[in-house]
């Protein structure tokens, strides 16, 4: 298995420019997020999904949008780039196992995204 | 508000065990303690978790108070390429089965962390 694996690298948007960030999962993962993570702070919840179709919003949602059209794809549509967001953004997935499941998440390596 | 406390650095000798504290006193009666770590630029990665006992795999032992207020990480011997940030974190379980709502899911709410450092 490949994981969680996400395109591209690394990205540099001007202002305004709407760009898609991609992320895939081979594990047959219901549960699958992306974060995003400022230099020095921790990961902070920006939108996630509980299967095809369901998608909620986390803490910092604004300015991003997704969508869950399968199980394996989660992309991280960004509608007009701007400074704020230059971050370094991670997708997860995690599964369940029944009723009470922790929530293990695999983590991709991440997508470094400088806006200008 | 941040659901857990950790300090914010420490350093560990190479070889030695590295304890990391967790103060989670709002913990509910379901919610899992889970520790991840990332190591420098990666994404992060899962440890271990608990919910009432203590837990040891091949990575870690975690060590929760019987009030289950505060945890305890431990890397038996740690080595150089144990040098991360450890984030513990507390969450509800995830449901059984996806539904029509996303209420219920256990979100991981991740705050600073504890950066160790492990020098030979």
């Known amino acids: 298995n490949a994981g969680v694996t996400q395109t591209p690298k690394f990205q540099v948007l001007k202002t305004g420019q709407s760009m898609t960030l991609q992320c895939a999962q081979d594990?047959?993962?219901?549960?699958m997020s992306w974060y995003r993570q400022d230099p020095g702070m921790g990961l902070r919840l920006i939108h996630y999904s509980v299967g095809a179709g369901i998608t909620d919003q986390g803490e910092v949602p604004n300015g991003y949008n997704v969508s869950r059209s399968t199980t394996e794809d989660f992309p991280l549509r960004l509608l007009s780039a701007a400074p704020s967001q230059t971050s370094v953004y991670f997708c997860?997935?995690?599964?369940?196992?029944?009723?009470?499941?922790?929530?293990?998440?695999?983590f991709g390596p991440g997508t470094r995204l400088t806006v200008l | 508000d941040a659901k857990t406390t950790q300090p914010p650095s420490m350093d560990c000798a190479e070889g030695r065990a590295a304890n990391l504290p967790c103060n989670h006193s709002?913990?509910?009666?379901?919610?899992?303690v889970y520790w991840y770590r990332q190591i420098h630029s990666q994404g992060p990665q899962y440890i271990i978790h608990g919910l009432k006992n203590n837990e040891t795999n091949e990575m870690a032992s975690l060590i929760i108070t019987e009030d289950r207020k505060s945890s305890t990480l431990i890397l038996p011997h740690a080595t150089l390429r144990d040098t991360a940030v450890y984030y513990c974190i507390v969450s509800p379980p995830l449901p059984p089965h996806p539904g029509k709502t996303t209420d219920s899911w256990g979100k991981l709410q991740f705050g600073a962390g504890t950066q160790v450092v492990v020098t030979p």
């Open positions: 997860a997935s995690s599964y369940t196992s029944g009723m009470g499941s922790y929530n293990e998440q695999f």
């Open positions: 709002t913990i509910s009666g379901n919610e899992y």
């Open positions: 594990m047959n993962h219901e549960y």
